[in-house]
């Protein structure tokens, strides 16, 4: 069974950075496009945020994240990795990680808080 694990959230404050991890048990990330989502406080729907593709690494970011986010990954670790910056309280979330298509069991997320 898939088990996504997201970890690096935390409480930082507005401008602040943070390093944000995925990682599968029971799967192999680079075999598939995992894209980076999240949910604000009191939004049902997740916004999608970044993807990075299998094989040669092709990012993608949406309008909210271009500039400001950087996904990459280190298959040798099964890890994919969003490295957040300039961060406003407008990204306060739980940040999940998924593959993009045929997405697999969620996994607990990690929650962001972007505060003073």
């Known amino acids: 069974q898939v088990q996504l694990v997201e970890s690096g959230g935390g409480l930082v404050q507005p401008g602040g950075s943070l390093r944000l991890s995925c990682t599968a048990s029971?799967?192999?990330?680079?075999?598939?496009?995992i894209a980076w989502l999240r949910q604000a406080p009191g939004k049902e729907e997740r916004e999608g945020l970044s993807?990075?593709?299998?094989?040669?690494?092709?990012?993608y970011y949406s309008d909210s994240s271009k500039g400001r986010f950087t996904i990459s990954n280190d298959n040798a670790k099964n890890m994919v990795y969003l490295e957040m910056s300039s961060l406003t309280s407008e990204d306060t979330a739980v940040y999940y990680c998924?593959?993009?298509?045929?997405?697999?069991?969620w996994g607990q997320g990690t929650q962001v808080t972007v505060s003073d």
């Open positions: 998924n593959r993009r298509y045929a997405q697999t069991t």
């Open positions: 993807c990075i593709s299998s094989g040669d690494s092709s990012s």
């Open positions: 029971g799967d192999t990330l680079d075999l598939y496009a």
